[in-house]
């Protein structure tokens, strides 16, 4: 059974860092691509990075030239590097593959103060 488990999120100041991790048990890792989501309050869940089976990178316009993904298919692990945090980027955190169609982990929630 797939399981994804998201971690690093936290409380943090307006243009600070985090970088969250997801951990992919149970899926097939290597050949697959993957992507972060976030949802914040009232709003519905957004794509916010995806990264292809080849390391090619896509991100939404709002976190372009702040956030980046990266992966690690020995460790079947796929993390998003976030700087210069906006309170705009408070939401919940989460990753799947790009359709979504895993089963959601818990996500991560990143909090980011004026």
């Known amino acids: 059974q797939v399981q994804l488990v998201e971690s690093g999120g936290g409380l943090v100041q307006a243009g600070g860092s985090l970088t969250l991790s997801c951990a992919a048990s149970g899926s097939i890792f290597a050949p697959s691509a993957w992507s972060w989501y976030r949802q914040a309050p009232e709003k519905q869940r957004e794509l916010v990075a995806t990264i292809s089976p080849g390391g090619a990178r896509n991100y939404a316009d709002s976190v372009k030239a702040r956030f980046s993904i990266s992966r690690d298919n020995a460790k079947a692990t796929v993390n998003l590097q976030m700087n210069n945090l906006k309170p705009e980027d408070t939401a919940v955190y989460f990753c799947?593959?790009?359709?979504?169609?895993?089963?959601w982990g818990q996500g991560t929630q990143v909090t980011v103060s004026s």
């Open positions: 799947n593959h790009p359709n979504g169609r895993l089963p």
